[in-house]
């Protein structure tokens, strides 16, 4: 194993973890409730608080208040004043884990064990950020197959880092800082035992490194002399501005005599990325340090995602495949960027094209220059994927014979911002010809399937090396029903086996593959996540599949605490299958087919016994995602937990729409939202409410962005079914988001269904606004009587502020009970800590002031 593991030889970089890190800071947690890729949705993912986080809960108390809208009532009472202090206190102690963010696995070097780096990240309150660290272990097998797992005595703070990227070899490690304030990004590449390389690379060659893993694309080449990656282009120049006009030769911002211009407004890609150059694609060369924009890339394509393809012996040039999305989004006759993030509906194809060629100005010389291809033809990016209208997360197996890669085209081809995928291969050739006759469907989109059969590929990411040792399978995630599963597929046959174990209610998400050898990370909503280690079984003859031997690593210092576990052990889940209310009309299979519910509760509740449990059920909080074809993971969610200790019980609803189900379910809901998907949750609180497990008088309702618009929808087309609401960023006012949104399309596609691509248009009519409006929970407005909390983030591109607060006042209007907190520096998902842990300890206190 590369001794940089070690972590010691990392001490410029690495700051002394002793003086940040306490004991109870060494928990693990991956806070994954939802998965998304769709463009309206919000993830209940709360804060994470260091346990060396000191303000205390009247602090807390006193900044919560500060926020809150003039006019929206406070309850001054002391009773409400003490549920601020104690919920804050008790938010804190749910909040003292870290997430594992990434995982890498090395061979050693006698072969008797595995070394294994991970990348955590923790939350700092106090400063509003995440802190991030690294934390290396070193995992023996022992001949009884027990595993021994040896941590490193602390773990190392990176400061100031933006990601880090081991080389294939794991001998070397690329630290990126990305420089703030316009000041020059950072490349630090360090060995076994020192930093090798400190590059800095200055803002005239290109801005900060994407790492937002979208457009992110950081890659070594397989000799390790060469960083393939994505950044900001520079800006275009601005106009300067003096005394005499305008102002000639170079331009200093600096000169109090003259001010730079605006010059012309640049589309930008929406929701995350404003104020961001445009992702090009860049090459370093470690050993001189020079940077250099790749060229024959067209000035049209944004790109992301960059791989190197294998070098061939007959090809001394290298060749780099990307991702490329148009500027001009041709399906919807749109010369605009249309907002990108969650959005799998973007068109988008795979490249090659020429890397750079550096060569030594002199022989021996250390300086190298650029040398250009003037060969046009061969200069010049190539489409391989054609008519393919959606590739991305380019894959080369370990021979180099096949390009892999994930589609979205049944998204891009029906409009939905998120839908099942599909995995193909492709052949690969040096020549960079795309061999678009045999592009092979592995993995195709599934319509519907059995209960307990594989529902479609449902997959946000391929880690860098995700290889058995036989080369040929490819391990993945993908969600499956309401939970997260491991998967391999044999990409020579196309067969596919799920690995992770069928009888597990948990989620699974996948870290790192080594061989036969895979690092996941499980959790369930009562159990936080717990890192795995799975070993691959090779099949006896007399057998009919493989088997996969799992077993836990044990983290002694990566412990949550007592009070945590005392509250978790009381209580349990179940996933529910929910009949589909109303089984009349032109459904498809698959939208026939039960949806599912996640039931949290407490131990002494969930038994069908109604007569015994009639006047001691908890209330009730039905939890809905965004999206709306996103879904809620059975997986450890530090927010869902904090509601459930409070003595709620939770309904999280996986309405039709929401990914896992298979293609036809998915389809099922656009053209019906504010019907359809309300009816499914509503059936599914009809379902919990008959079994005996929840008190009708005792309900209340929370959702965020498009499970915002269906809470404000519940409230008002059933006013006296919910206590009180608490939504987060909703979807209030369709006919008026449709003309400020980064994706108007989203609107026509949602409430049209398949036509509505067709009628998008940036200039509705009168009648498409009568149709959004009809839509919309605004056209409810008059019957609502629950009060609503409302979450809302000033700078949400997506769903704008103004949805949000238009159906506020008008509540107000009505005269029913309104709280706004308003996060002026948020946008859509309200994710910046601060922010995250206000917006659930309101939550909190809002539901139980309306308890009695």
Same mark, same amino acid.
Not at 195 to 218: N, R
């Given at each position: ?34 998965? @998304?890729?769709?463009?309206?949705? %919000?993830?209940?993912?709360? &804060? +994470?608080?260091?346990? /060396? $986080? #000191?303000?205390?809960?009247? *602090? ?53 064990? @595995?070394?294994?780096?991970?990348? %955590?990240?923790?939350?700092? &309150? +106090?400063?509003?950020? /995440? $802190? #991030?660290?690294?934390?290396? *272990? ?53 060995? @076994? ?660």
């Amino acid at each position: 194993m590369p001794a940089l593991l070690n972590g010691l030889a990392l001490a410029k970089t690495l700051s002394p973890p002793f003086s940040l890190v306490s004991p109870l800071a060494n928990s693990l947690s991956i806070d994954r409730v939802s998965i @998304s890729r769709s463009p309206c949705r %919000l993830l209940f993912q709360p &804060l +994470l608080v260091t346990s /060396r $986080t #000191k303000f205390s809960a009247l *602090s807390m108390m006193e900044a919560c208040e500060s926020v809150v809208t003039r006019g929206s009532k406070h309850n001054p009472d002391k009773h409400f004043d003490e549920d601020y202090r104690d919920q804050a206190k008790l938010l804190q102690e749910f909040c003292n884990m870290s997430t594992v963010d990434k995982a890498w696995i090395f061979n050693s070097c006698n072969g008797t064990g @595995s070394w294994a780096m991970f990348y %955590l990240s923790q939350t700092n &309150l +106090l400063a509003n950020k /995440r $802190t #991030k660290y690294i934390l290396s *272990s070193y995992i023996s097998k022992e001949e009884s197959h027990s595993l021994t797992f040896q941590c490193t005595p602390f773990p190392f703070e990176l400061v100031d880092v933006s990601t880090v990227v081991p080389s294939p070899s794991g001998s070397k490690l690329l630290i990126v800082r990305n420089g703030q304030n316009g000041s020059a990004v950072q490349l630090e590449i360090w060995s @076994s035992c020192h930093m090798q390389k400190d590059i800095h690379i200055p803002v005239s060659v290109h801005g900060p490194l994407y790492t937002d893993g979208w457009f992110e694309g950081i890659s070594w080449s397989d000799d390790e002399q060469f960083i393939a990656y994505v950044a900001e282009a520079p800006s275009s120049l601005k106009p300067m501005f003096n005394s005499f006009g305008i102002k000639e030769g170079p331009s200093d911002e600096k000169n109090i005599n003259s001010w730079k211009g605006q010059g012309d407004w640049e589309e930008q890609w929406g929701e995350s990325y404003s104020g961001k150059g445009k992702p090009s694609l860049f090459v370093v060369n470690v050993d001189s340090g020079e940077a250099q924009a790749v060229e024959g890339i067209p000035e049209s394509l944004s790109v992301g995602q960059v791989v190197w393809a294998p070098l061939s012996p007959d090809d001394g040039q290298q060749t780099l495949v990307f991702v490329g999305w148009s500027d001009i989004n041709v399906p919807h006759r749109v010369a605009r960027k249309l907002g990108i993030k969650y959005c799998y509906n973007r068109p988008c194809s795979l490249y090659a094209v020429r890397a750079p060629v550096f060569e030594p100005k002199e022989p021996h010389s250390k300086s190298f220059i650029l040398q250009r291809d003037e060969g046009h033809e061969s200069a010049s990016a190539i489409n391989l994927t054609g008519d393919t209208q959606s590739a991305y997360f380019p894959c080369f197996t370990p021979d180099g014979r096949f390009l892999l890669f994930v589609s979205a085209k049944s998204a891009v081809e029906s409009g939905a911002h998120c839908a099942t995928n599909s995995l193909h291969r492709m052949n690969w050739s040096s020549t960079r010809k795309p061999d678009l006759a045999n592009i092979i469907d592995l993995v195709p989109v599934v319509m519907h399937a059995d209960v307990g059969s594989f529902p479609g590929l449902y997959c946000d990411s391929i880690i860098a090396k995700p290889w058995l040792s036989d080369g040929s399978t490819l391990i993945l995630s993908s969600v499956w029903g309401s939970t997260e599963v491991l998967i391999s597929v044999d990409v020579l046959s196309g067969k596919l086996s799920r690995i992770s174990p069928h009888n597990s209610d948990s989620s699974w998400n996948l870290l790192a593959v080594d061989g036969g050898i895979v690092l996941a990370v499980s959790s369930n909503p009562v159990s936080p996540p717990q890192i795995k280690y799975g070993c691959f079984l090779d099949r006896k003859e007399n057998e009919t599949s493989s088997e996969w031997d799992w077993q836990d690593i044990s983290l002694p210092k990566l412990a949550y605490s007592e009070k945590v576990k005392s509250m978790l052990s009381l209580l349990q889940f179940n996933i529910l299958k929910i009949d589909v209310p109303d089984l009349s009309g032109n459904l498809t299979t698959g939208a026939k087919q039960p949806f599912e519910a996640i039931f949290i509760h407490s131990n002494s509740q969930g038994s069908s016994n109604k007569g015994e449990k009639e006047n001691g059920l908890s209330p009730l909080i039905v939890v809905i995602h965004g999206g709306p074809h996103s879904v809620s993971l059975a997986s450890y969610s530090k927010s869902l937990a904090f509601l459930a200790s409070l003595g709620f019980s939770l309904l999280v609803v996986n309405y039709r729409g929401s990914l896992g189900f298979g293609e036809e379910a998915l389809q099922s809901l656009p053209g019906k939202i504010g019907s359809q998907d309300v009816k499914d949750v509503l059936t599914a609180i009809d379902h919990v409410v008959n079994k005996g497990y929840a008190d009708p008088s005792k309900i209340f309702v929370l959702g965020g962005s498009h499970g915002g618009f269906l809470t404000s929808h519940l409230i008002g087309q059933e006013p006296d079914k919910f206590v009180a609401a608490a939504v987060r960023n909703p979807v209030c006012n369709i006919a008026s988001m449709v003309g400020t949104t980064d994706i108007p399309d989203w609107c026509y596609f949602e409430a049209y269904g398949s036509e509505g691509k067709n009628l998008f248009t940036e200039a509705p009519s009168v009648e498409h606004l009568e149709v959004f409006y009809k839509k919309s929970p605004i056209s409810y407005v008059s019957k609502v009587k629950s009060p609503v909390l409302f979450l809302l983030g000033a700078q949400d591109l997506r769903v704008p502020v103004s949805n949000g607060l238009q159906f506020a006042r008008a509540l107000r209007e009505k005269g029913v009970k309104v709280k706004i907190v308003m996060f002026p520096n948020d946008i859509h998902p309200i994710e910046r800590p601060q922010s995250d842990f206000e917006s659930f300890l309101n939550i909190g206190v809002w539901f139980k002031n309306y308890c009695s």
